[in-house]
């Protein structure tokens, strides 16, 4: 199970890692760049550079979470509580990704608007749906490690 484990740790970096080089990189020139790209809506540079970095922060404890829960695989602890919690913080930061993006699909709309790129739209409700359906995952996973250990618990006060 190592293996396994280890290839999803390194899956998580892999994720992990653009979304890191895009938030020292890329986000604090974004201002300038929208500035004159869109002079219209140059007072919401710093807001949406704000919204990216706010975004990124339940991104990267959702994946610390994750990597949690592969290390409790990895000690064969993965039916205990410590894991439900985890996959709770994992559901609990996906919505909150989910809903920050709702609140933020207004300034998708301005941008869109303003160049007419209906693109933007589009990759914001693509942040939605996709944090959606891992919240919902997350739930899903979650009651399931609940009723398992709930049933082993049972078990090993029968024997």
Request: glycine share 4%; proline share 5%.
């Amino acid at each position: 199970m190592k293996r396994e484990t280890l290839f999803l740790k390194i899956a998580l970096f892999i994720i992990g890692a653009p979304v890191a080089m895009l938030c020292v990189f890329v986000l604090p020139k974004f201002p300038n760049f929208y500035a004159e790209w869109l002079p219209e809506l140059a007072y919401l540079r710093y807001p949406i550079v704000f919204f990216f970095y706010v975004t990124a922060v339940p991104f990267f404890f959702a994946l610390y979470q994750a990597f949690n829960i592969l290390t409790y695989i990895d000690k064969n602890e993965v039916f205990s509580d410590l894991s439900v919690k985890a996959l709770k913080h994992i559901k609990h930061c996906a919505a909150s990704i989910s809903l920050l993006y709702v609140a933020g699909m207004p300034f998708f709309y301005l941008t869109a608007d303003l160049d007419d790129a209906p693109g933007i739209i589009i990759i914001g409700l693509m942040v939605v749906f996709g944090a959606l359906v891992v919240a919902v995952f997350a739930a899903v996973l979650q009651k399931l490690l609940q009723k398992a250990i709930e049933i082993k618990s049972e078990n090993d006060l029968t024997i």
